[in-house]
């Protein structure tokens, strides 16, 4: 099955800078790659996501980058603000040809503090 | 803006008691999903359903069961509660299987 590896597993910048978080996946197959955002004590909200066909999406600071063939995908932060602390989950979706839909892998999660 | 509720939000339950879960949608979902989150460990799948009536185990099924009688619902079974599977529980929906709505999770202790 599916194996979504992702790092680091914590992270601390200085308010204004740039925040990376990295993910691998395993299954070639894996077609849609979500990003989420959880704050302290709420549910999980998607932020921004990407397909297989696009390399880079971006929205305003956000930013996610996928490399098909090496089978990694990141989110990048820009100018980061107090409220970008949270923990931030990569996934990744493969099909399942047997049953005709989709199965989500997540990765483990990064706790993201930004430093005033 | 898709809802999904979930019953309760704490939940204190002893050691060999039937524990359920409820979670339901506004959206006309066919997909839905419980997960239970763990410290380090991320979101890990227990059950899916994509269907009334269908189900699909997940990554860690044991000692768990789940009903969907009804579109809008999809509840989680504790069949007899273990203090391994006090944790916080986040249910999900979706429409194709793409892009997750979650609720805003049951914080279940076993003692």
Redo the contacts between chains.
Sequence with gaps: ?ENVE?HP?TLSVQEGDSAVIKCTYSDSASN?F?W?KQELG?????II?IRSNVGEKKDQRIAVTLNKTAKHFSLHITETQPEDSAVY?CAA?APVRS????K??????TKLQVIP | DVKVTQSSRYLVKRTGEKVFLECVQDMDHENMFWYRQDPGLGLRLIYFSYDVKMKEKGDIPEGYSVSREKKERFSLILESASTNQTSMYLCASSRTGYGYTFGSGTRLTVV
């Design positions: 099955g992702q597993s849609y979500p989420y709420k549910r999980p909200q998607l996501d989950f979706t049953g005709g839909y989709q989500v892998t997540f990765g483990t999660g």
